[in-house]
T-cell receptor, first 109, second 119 residues
Framework: QQPVQSPQAVILREGEDAVINCSSSKALYSVHWYRQKHGEAPVFLMILLKGGEQKGHEKISASFNEKKQQSSLYLTASQLSYSGTYFCGTKAAGNKLTFGGGTRVLVKP | GAVVSQHPSWVICKSGTSVKIECRSLDFQATTMFWYRQFPKQSLMLMATSNEGSKATYEQGVEKDKFLINHASLTLSTLTVTSAHPEDSSFYIC???????????????FGPGTRLTVL
């Protein structure tokens, strides 16, 4: 089952902050965050593992609440380059990465 | 991060023809690769899991005879869209997790994608 992302879209001014949420009804082993620019493939941002380990970009921060099966991605002091569609992907038991519906982010000057 | 390449980056073909898309892991071995399809302004939908040396596993609703997958080596998986029709026009993206003791905990990287247009 697909994880649920919110909000669907957000518009920011450069320098502002935003939070993107991802929730699942399944017990998760890992949560993966990606950013996709128009016409391009998704780019890996971060993986959050059950147990607390994280791997990813230094400038990206995220959290994973294992009890609630929820993850949040924090866009801090946003830059124009942060614009794009953000997808969370989740892995439950098994190998498959299932994606949420995406959150469109537009950062304006 | 790990590098996954895909070829071609775009293809235009006539209805009824077959198109082959290649996916390669360039700096790591991938016993498993995934094929996704993405329609405009939609999310990525998993089509199938490609396993090196064995048959692919298809998601519900994906025709295995139409989307042929071959995973001939630890670095190459191919997707062939047979008898393509306009409704098959989409963005096809492959992905591979890095190796490790448990794939559920591994980072997964995407190829650049192939945009297929069927006339």
């Amino acid at each position: 089952q697909q994880p649920v992302q919110s909000p669907q879209a957000v518009i920011l001014r450069e320098g502002e902050d935003a939070v993107i949420n991802c929730s699942s009804s399944k017990a998760l082993y890992s949560v993966h965050w990606y950013r996709q620019k128009h016409g391009e493939a998704p780019v890996f941002l971060m993986i959050l593992l059950k147990g607390g380990e994280q791997k990813g970009h230094e400038k990206i921060s995220a959290s994973f609440n294992e009890k609630k099966q929820q993850s949040s991605l924090y866009l801090t002091a946003s830059q124009l380059s942060y614009s794009g569609t953000y997808f969370c992907g989740t892995k439950a038991a098994g190998n498959k990465l299932t994606f949420g519906g995406g959150t469109r982010v537009l950062v304006k000057p | 991060g790990a590098v996954v390449s895909q070829h071609p980056s775009w293809v235009i073909c006539k209805s009824g023809t077959s198109v082959k898309i290649e996916c390669r892991s360039l700096d790591f071995q991938a016993t498993t690769m995934f094929w996704y399809r993405q329609f405009p302004k939609q999310s990525l939908m998993l089509m199938a899991t490609s396993n090196e040396g064995s048959k692919a596993t298809y998601e519900q609703g994906v025709e295995k005879d139409k989307f042929l997958i071959n995973h001939a080596s630890l670095t190459l998986s191919t997707l062939t869209v047979t008898s393509a029709h306009p409704e098959d026009s989409s963005f096809y993206i492959c992905s591979a997790p890095t190796s490790g003791p448990s794939s559920s905990y591994n980072e997964q990287f995407f190829g650049p994608g192939t945009r297929l247009t069927v006339l």
